[in-house]
């Protein structure tokens, strides 16, 4: 049977998504520059063609496929650290309501990455003042809206927490109401600490599968 135009589409960008993982996984490129770099290397010149495109749930299900060939011997381990340092965050941060985003929580953070975090509270200045009387060093920069371009970009602190890089978004309390969506795969957008803790747990009690010997 000949390949239809629709299968080498679906081929294409799942060669597009395979090199965008590599750079994500072992580069720690971002999803949108990985992606405009894996289009140029597969696309060339018709690397303009948003239609051929993958999106970003195929991206993540290709870095995760990345880091059990190529790094299932350190990934898992740097994603516990990552996951223990974030719990110990978002326990100091406990008043501002605090929610874990990004590839700690999705399961595909690596050596790269760093703890993504949302906070609820009357103002952004409540955090801020809260870290600076804690002697907590911190940047301030604007990240976009979880709502969309139609709503104005928020404060986002980042600081260093036991070594570990934390970008902390800066929300109005509510904002909350709106942030606990699932996304269209079933995973969640964001988890608080409880959720972490159970997934942690969960994860820590799955049995390894077992290898075949040959």
């Known amino acids: 049977m000949m390949p239809t135009p629709i299968d080498d589409l679906s081929l294409l960008r799942t060669e597009i998504a395979a090199v965008a993982a590599r750079l994500i996984a072992r580069d720690g490129a971002d999803y949108a520059s990985a992606k405009r770099k894996a289009a140029l290397q597969v696309l060339g010149e018709r690397a303009d063609s948003a239609n051929l495109l993958p999106d970003n749930a195929q991206i993540e299900a290709?870095?995760?496929?990345?880091?059990?060939?190529?790094?299932?011997?350190?990934?898992?381990?740097?994603?516990?650290?990552?996951?223990?340092?974030?719990?110990?965050?978002?326990?100091?941060?406990?008043?501002?309501?605090?929610?874990?985003?990004?590839?700690?929580?999705?399961?595909?953070?690596?050596?790269?990455?760093?703890?993504?975090?949302?906070?609820?509270?009357?103002?952004?200045?409540?955090?801020?003042?809260?870290?600076?009387?804690?002697?907590?060093?911190?940047?301030?920069?604007?990240?976009?809206?979880?709502?969309?371009?139609?709503?104005?970009?928020?404060?986002?602190?980042?600081?260093?927490?036991?070594?570990?890089g934390v970008h902390a978004e800066l929300y109005e309390k509510h904002d909350l109401r709106g942030a606990l969506k699932a996304r269209a795969d079933g995973r969640p957008q964001r988890a608080d600490a409880a959720a972490l803790r159970s997934m942690m747990t969960s994860s820590a009690t799955t049995p390894t599968p077992l290898q075949d010997p040959t």
């Open 62 to 164: 290709a870095v995760r496929d990345y880091q059990a060939l190529f790094l299932a011997d350190s990934q898992p381990a740097r994603l516990l650290a990552l996951r223990t340092a974030a719990l110990q965050v978002m326990d100091a941060l406990a008043e501002f309501s605090p929610y874990i985003t990004g590839a700690v929580l999705n399961g595909t953070a690596g050596e790269h990455d760093d703890i993504e975090l949302q906070l609820f509270a009357d103002s952004a200045k409540e955090v801020q003042i809260y870290l600076l009387n804690r002697n907590v060093a911190i940047d301030i920069s604007e990240t976009p809206h979880f709502k969309g371009a139609r709503f104005d970009p928020v404060e986002t602190v980042s600081f260093l927490w036991h070594g570990e």
